[in-house]
T-cell receptor, first 109, second 118 residues
Framework: KNEVEQSPQNLTAQEGEFITINCSYS?????LHWLQQHPGGGIVSLFM???GKKKHGRLIATINIQEKHSSLHITASHPRDSAVYIC???????????FGEGTQLTVNP | DTGVSQDPRHKITKRGQNVTFRCDPI?????LYWYRQTLGQGPEFLTY????????KSRLLSDRFSAERPKGSFSTLEIQRTEQGDSAMYLC????????????????FGPGTRLTVL
């Protein structure tokens, strides 16, 4: 069992749909990151959070520390949101990030 | 562009050859990280530096791999006697030191170097 698990692995949506990607982890963490990776490899940090909820434009990230679970929501999805979304945690015992395997999101027009 | 840069972006080499990658972090970022990502998987931690000191290395970093950050600025990752299993995207990230704590500091990623070993 991976320390960080994401679901679903693949997600296809129609433009305008509300999207949720989930992340569960099994270790103690000091922070959780949501990252976006487009084809070609570049990774962009979307959120870093350690409690509660953050919002940036159409993106919302929440975390429940007690349940060791985080969600990334995209409202009014658009084809340009198509990418791989990766959850990563920073364990309390170190500085490294441990990554989930990513969720491939495809938003069709 | 003041982001993290990596060079080269792509490298094709024959098995057994040595390769070296370079990462230039965001200016004044104290920490620099190397990750490896194989197709369809999330990145995996390799090693990280705080200034010029290499503070942690993953078990993934065999003795064929060596990383340096001699002046606490750019870093190099060398792979000796490359194997086909080394084919992957090698990602570099840097993070700033925040006043009072090393926790909760965001990592900024470079575009990666894609290595193909034939």
């Amino acid at each position: 069992k991976n320390e960080v698990e994401q679901s679903p692995q693949n997600l296809t949506a129609q433009e305008g749909e509300f999207i949720t990607i989930n992340c569960s982890y099994s270790v103690g963490i000091s922070a959780l990151h949501w990252l976006q990776q487009h084809p070609g490899g570049g990774i962009v940090s979307l959120f870093m959070l350690s409690s509660g909820k953050k919002k940036h434009g159409r993106l919302i990230a929440t975390i429940n520390i007690q349940e060791k679970h985080s969600s990334l929501h995209i409202t009014a999805s658009h084809p340009r949101d198509s990418a791989v979304y990766i959850c990563a945690v920073k364990e309390t015992s170190g500085s490294r990030l441990t990554f989930g395997e990513g969720t491939q999101l495809t938003v069709n027009p | 562009d003041t982001g993290v840069s990596q060079d080269p972006r792509h490298k094709i080499t024959k098995r057994g050859q040595n390769v070296t990658f370079r990462c230039d972090p965001i200016s004044e970022h104290n920490r620099l990280y190397w990750y490896r990502q194989t197709l369809g998987q999330g990145p995996e931690f390799l090693t990280y530096f705080q200034n010029e000191a290499q503070l942690e290395k993953s078990r993934l970093l065999s003795d064929r791999f060596s990383a340096e950050r001699p002046k606490g600025s750019f870093s190099t990752l060398e792979i000796q006697r490359t194997e086909q299993g080394d084919s992957a995207m090698y990602l570099c990230a840097s993070s700033p030191r925040l006043a009072g704590s090393w926790d909760h500091n965001e990592q900024f990623f470079g575009p990666g170097t894609r290595l193909t070993v034939l």
